[in-house]
């Protein structure tokens, strides 16, 4: 019954700040993961600057499998149809914001589409380190643009010296208390941030990406005086064959600390419901649980993976380990799934929530 929902990620931040430089980031370092893109115009993102294999309209097909379109607010829905066609086979849609609606306008959009095939994906914020100070000033809603994001970019780390920069990073995680927070030079930030890498790295042979080309590839991350984007999260996997508790997991979720990006992953609540995995997709607060039967012969693990700026990797583990059901003592009453399928779109079982 699953079919994979794409995520669609929304890219926003003021004149300059170095969106439409990390979208092609994004789009060079794909490699193999197909990336939808939705801008203003062409002009925007330079798509000269990469193969097109061709043009149909206002959508360009890039010779990396990433498509991009020019709309507008009003064709949003229109793209998003056409984008998610099984066909296309995107992996994940970004929409820059900028000069289409108020990055918080687009989220609700999306939130309230009725296109099955997307999920939301998050609202990164790119802010422009060296101009920081001055566009708060001028701009005052990028108070409230950044309060409603789920990550912020602070971008041109390169322009500006170690102490300014740990300043605008404190400023920004005090005006974005729920979001994680990392730093780039010209927006190379790790896509596998916003989006899993559909064919695994280790699995790309011999590809070098125009990233790698330019500012050279380290694993470990770091040692050749470029700021590589490896560091810059910390992912806490979980892999356990005892099941969780419902009641104890919505606990750590609605409590989730700051910082904490995505969550990925499958879980089994056991006796709690036996013949059904549960999907889980969370970004910034958002939360989404999807039922769908074990398949056949499968291992019943949960597997969940974390991924976060500044979190305390071990509290984690730890707190995750205590969502585990304690044997036959520990057994999830009659409602202990009721916090679950809240989450569940369109579940019957879902309570009533009054706004
Ligand atoms: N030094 C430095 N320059 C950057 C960085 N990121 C982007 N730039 C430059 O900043 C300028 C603006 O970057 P864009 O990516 O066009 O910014 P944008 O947010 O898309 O701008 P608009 O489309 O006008 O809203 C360009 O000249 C980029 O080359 C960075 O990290 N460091």
């Known amino acids: 019954m699953t079919t994979q929902q794409i995520p669609v990620v929304v890219l926003a931040g003021f004149l300059g700040a170095g969106k439409t430089t990390l979208l092609n980031h994004l789009l060079r370092s794909a490699r193999g993961t197909r990336i939808g893109v939705m801008v203003n115009d062409f002009g925007d993102i330079g798509i000269d600057a990469m193969t ?3 043009q149909v309209g206002s959508t360009v097909s890039l010779g990396n499998g990433c498509l991009c379109c020019a709309v507008d607010a009003s064709e949003l829905d229109e793209y998003l149809e056409v984008l998610t066609r099984p066909e296309v086979r995107l992996d994940v849609i970004v929409i820059e914001a900028s000069g289409l609606a108020e990055p918080q306008e687009l989220v609700r959009m999306l ?6 095939r997307i999920v939301y994906g998050g609202l990164i914020e790119v802010v422009d380190a060296a101009e920081f ?3 708060r000033a001028r701009h005052p809603e990028t108070d409230r643009h950044l309060a ?3 990550l912020v970019v602070v971008n041109k780390a390169d322009r500006v010296p ?4 740990r300043t605008v990073r404190e400023t920004v995680a005090a005006l974005a ?3 994680a927070v990392t730093e780039a030079a010209h927006g190379r930030i790790d896509p596998e941030l916003l989006f899993d890498r559909v064919v695994p790295e280790d699995e790309i042979e011999g590809q070098m990406s125009i990233e790698d080309i330019l500012y050279g590839y380290d694993e470990t991350g770091g040692a050749d005086g470029h700021a590589h984007p490896h560091a810059a999260y910390d992912t806490v996997s979980l892999s356990t064959a005892t ?3 419902p009641r104890r997991l919505m606990a750590f979720l609605d409590g989730r600390p700051e910082g904490l990006y995505r ?4 879980v089994d609540f056991g006796a709690a419901d036996p013949a059904n995995r549960y999907g889980v997709h969370a970004v910034g607060r958002f939360l989404r649980f999807r039922p769908e039967p074990w398949p056949a012969g499968e291992e019943r693990l949960t597997q969940l993976v974390l991924i976060g700026t500044g979190v305390d990797a071990a509290a984690l583990r730890k707190e995750l380990a205590g969502c585990e059901q304690n044997g036959p003592g520990d057994l999830p009453d009659d409602h202990a799934m009721w916090g679950v399928l809240r989450y569940v779109p369109g579940s019957e079982d879902e309570p009533e929530v009054t706004a």
């Open 263 to 266: 969550i990925k992953g499958f």
């Open 177 to 179: 208390p729920r979001a």
């Open 148 to 150: 409603a994001a789920d």
């Open 243 to 245: 099941p969780l508790h």
């Open 133 to 135: 100070a001055a566009t």
């Open 162 to 165: 170690a102490e300014a920069l």
């Open 111 to 116: 939130l309230a589409s009725e296109n099955e």
């Open 52 to 54: 097109v294999a061709g």
